[in-house]
T-cell receptor, first 112, second 114 residues
């Protein structure tokens, strides 16, 4: 099974609403990363949160990390139609700082 | 400088043919990764190169798949005797040195095996 698993698998909201996506993982990590993918092409890095951090912000993005529950959440505030994409969390399964294992992703649709 | 580039962007081939997919990483990045993504699915790790070390091939699905990285830069993923189940988007990523560095992805090659 995958190291990181996102929940929900698909999410549909109206423009202006907030979108929350969750990620659970299995092993200890040194960091967790969130990526965005448009139209099944290359992924774009959004944000990285280290294992000793609990919350991180970047623009309209807010990421939380709970290492005791092995879970993370990505919140997109005031969503826009352009936020429509798939969002993936990624963790380093070997804790070696070189590999990433990606979850199955959350497909977000923001309706105008 | 430029980001990660991949070629071709699309490849249609017949079952049984060999294909080569190319990845040009960001200059100076020591790590290079190949992933495969089937329609609507997550990323499946294939192979990882780090500097001059032996590559981590643990994700290659069969011996029909191979990859090389020449001169520590450009990489080629080769699929021999392609099968229909090989149809997917093949993504390449590179990463600079550092424990917390992100991976930078190319646009991918969409492979269709008829």
């Amino acid at each position: 099974s995958q190291q990181g698993e996102e929940d929900p698998q698909a999410l549909s909201i109206q423009e202006g609403e907030n979108a929350t996506m969750n990620c659970s993982y299995k092993t200890s990590i040194n960091n967790l990363q969130w990526y965005r993918q448009n139209s099944g092409r290359g992924l774009v890095h959004l944000i990285l949160i280290r294992s000793n951090e609990r919350e991180k912000h970047s623009g309209r993005l807010r990421v939380t990390l709970d290492t005791s529950k092995k879970s993370s959440s990505l919140l997109i505030t005031a969503s826009r139609a352009a936020d429509t994409a798939s969002y993936f969390c990624a963790t380093d399964p070997n804790n070696a700082g070189n590999m990433l294992t990606f979850g199955g992703g959350t497909r977000l649709m923001v309706k105008p | 400088g430029a980001g990660v580039s991949q070629s071709p962007s699309n490849k249609v081939t017949e079952k049984g043919k060999d294909v080569e997919l190319r990845c040009d990483p960001i200059s100076g990045h020591t790590a290079l990764y190949w992933y495969r993504q089937s329609l609507g699915q997550g990323l499946e790790f294939l192979i990882y190169f780090q500097g001059n070390s032996a590559p981590d091939k643990s994700g290659l699905p069969s011996d029909r798949f191979s990859a090389e990285r020449t001169g520590g830069s450009v990489s080629t993923l080769t699929i021999q005797r392609t099968q229909q189940e090989d149809s997917a988007v093949y993504l390449c990523a590179s990463r600079g040195w550092g424990f917390y560095n992100e991976q930078f992805f190319g646009p991918g090659t969409r492979l269709t095996v008829l």
